[in-house]
């Protein structure tokens, strides 16, 4: 194994780890704290990535601005699926469904094509590079830190706000804070509209790292995020504090794109991504659980010898 490769191919897993532990966030606040799978995620994380490409190339926006517009358009679209949940009452997890297909010909609209380079335009990784003299690898992956830092601090005081308290409460007891007179609908559609923003934000990310907005770049996200997670929570679950549950998500980006790293360099083929990435989450999903039931029947057995 040529151990140049391996260390080029760790730097990039964790650069990607990190660009998408901004997305693992927005994946945390619906999956976790509200307890809804999101499937808009795959449509929102590339839309972010289409409307960053076509402002930057076709219209001359800067990479900066970009950014800002691209998360705009992801809390659009959580507020689309926030809207039929609430509104119009479709169930969460079908509500997501509808307006990730809903999405895929959006994006399509948007870019005029499938796909838009950014080779020949400035990028923020760029104008990093031309300002600090950095190499691509360092200022992509100081990039990424500045960004989940600044994310993980914003949420961390967003959620200690009241409506941020209610917002979390609603997750934990829908019923009890709705008793209490919080409009739980309102909850609801902040939850997922912060969610998609944040999603949309990593899009723009990825696609400014990579030089490239795809029309199927956030395909699969939804899996990379609920695996983020869980193995974040598997790494630092014992932390109990909310800040370090926010900075496990981004940890658990990062490992699990530094798994894919490893399975790759070891000659797996890159087109059973998928099934790993799905066999990663099962496992991290079903591990969990097994240990659980192996405790409660050793206690149980400890108990009946005594």
């Known amino acids: 194994m040529n151990v140049g490769g391996v260390l080029m191919a760790m730097q990039g897993a964790l650069t990607q780890g990190i660009l998408w532990g901004v ?11 509200l307890n809804i799978a999101d499937l808009t995620v795959d449509g929102s994380f590339a839309m972010g990535g289409c409307v960053c490409a076509m402002l930057v190339v076709n219209h001359g ?9 691209a998360t705009f358009a992801g809390v659009l679209a959580g507020a689309v699926t926030g809207m039929l949940h609430t509104v119009f ?14 999405l895929w010909s959006i994006n399509l609209r948007i870019m005029g094509r499938s796909n838009i ?12 590079m031309a300002l600090s003299g950095l190499s691509q690898p360092i200022a ?12 993980i601090v914003a949420l961390y005081w967003f959620f200690g706000t009241e409506i941020g308290s209610a917002l979390r409460a609603t997750g934990n007891n829908e019923d009890m804070i709705r008793a209490l007179g919080v409009n739980t609908k309102r909850t609801k559609m902040i939850a997922l509209m912060l969610s998609n923003g944040l999603v949309g934000l990593s899009g723009a990310l990825v696609c400014q790292n990579q030089k490239y907005g795809d029309v199927g ?7 990379i995020g609920l695996a983020a997670i869980v193995i ?10 909310f800040g370090s549950k926010l900075t496990s998500a981004v940890v658990g980006s990062v490992v699990y794109f530094i798994i894919r790293a490893i399975v790759l360099q070891l000659g797996m083929d890159a087109n059973d991504m998928k099934l790993i990435s ?25 108990g009946g010898t005594k």
């Open 23 to 33: 997305m693992v966030l927005g994946v945390y606040i619906t999956y976790k704290i």
């Open 61 to 69: 926006v800067s990479p900066a601005l970009a950014l800002v517009i």
């Open 89 to 102: 009452e479709i169930p969460a997890i079908l509500a997501g469904i509808l307006t990730q297909i809903a």
């Open 117 to 128: 380079p950014l080779l020949k335009v400035d990028t923020i990784v760029t104008q990093l």
């Open 140 to 151: 992509t992956m100081l990039i990424g830190v500045i960004f989940a830092i600044l994310c």
């Open 217 to 223: 770049m956030g395909t699969g996200a939804i899996v």
């Open 232 to 241: 974040g929570d598997m790494l630092l679950g014992k932390l109990r504090s």
């Open 278 to 302: 799905a066999i990663i989450v099962a496992l991290a999903l079903c591990i969990p659980v097994m240990l659980d039931k192996w405790r409660l029947r050793a206690s149980y057995t400890t």
